[in-house]
């Protein structure tokens, strides 16, 4: 397949991705709905709400603020999990996105990410084998050649990662 890549500002708004033609198409086109979904002006805020399930995107953005620290362990370059998700591939999504939470880093790197799945108990010998399956779904960009690729969740795969802090958070033991 041809690496495509796509650079756009609308609006207020930019969308940058790279990767298979078809997968960064798709990516563009959940990138459109959710723009299209974003109020023009405040005025538009209740009408926003109603979309929501009666919360607001201020609402949407403070539910994000999840306590994720209950499921990672942050020790200098290497963010690391304390509970398990489901698979080996939702581990490498959680990964990157610890790492974007706690260390503030966009572009990971391969032994970021090996050395994160390790210290969580995953014995993967070859992490971008996992990784390239990812970027395949649209869950993950690829940057770089060789040993200096980087790997950056995109919007969607974000919205998953997200998606499965929640669903391992809801099966530790509430804390009292």
């Not at 041809?2 to 708004?13: A, M, R, V």
């Amino acid at each position: 397949m041809s690496e495509y890549k796509l650079k756009i500002k609308i609006g207020e708004h930019e969308f940058e991705a790279e990767g298979p033609a078809d997968a960064v198409n798709s990516q563009f086109e959940a990138f459109r709905e959710l723009i299209a979904s974003v109020p023009k002006n405040k005025n538009e805020t209740t009408d926003a709400a109603t979309a929501n399930g009666g919360q607001t995107l201020e609402q949407l953005a403070n539910a994000a603020s999840l306590p994720v620290e209950r499921i990672f362990r942050a020790e200098g370059r290497v963010i690391s999990l304390t509970a398990a998700p489901a698979s080996e591939t939702d581990a490498v999504l959680l990964v990157l996105y610890g790492q974007r939470h706690f260390r503030k880093n966009e572009n990971a790197t391969g032994s970021e990410i090996l050395d994160g799945m390790e210290q969580s108990g995953y014995r993967t010998p070859r992490i971008d084998r996992i990784l390239s399956g990812l970027a395949d779904e649209g869950a993950v960009i690829i940057s770089g050649a060789h040993r200096g690729k980087r790997y950056r969740l995109t919007n969607q795969g974000h919205a998953r990662a997200d998606a499965i802090v929640r669903e391992t958070l809801a099966k530790l033991p509430q804390k009292f």
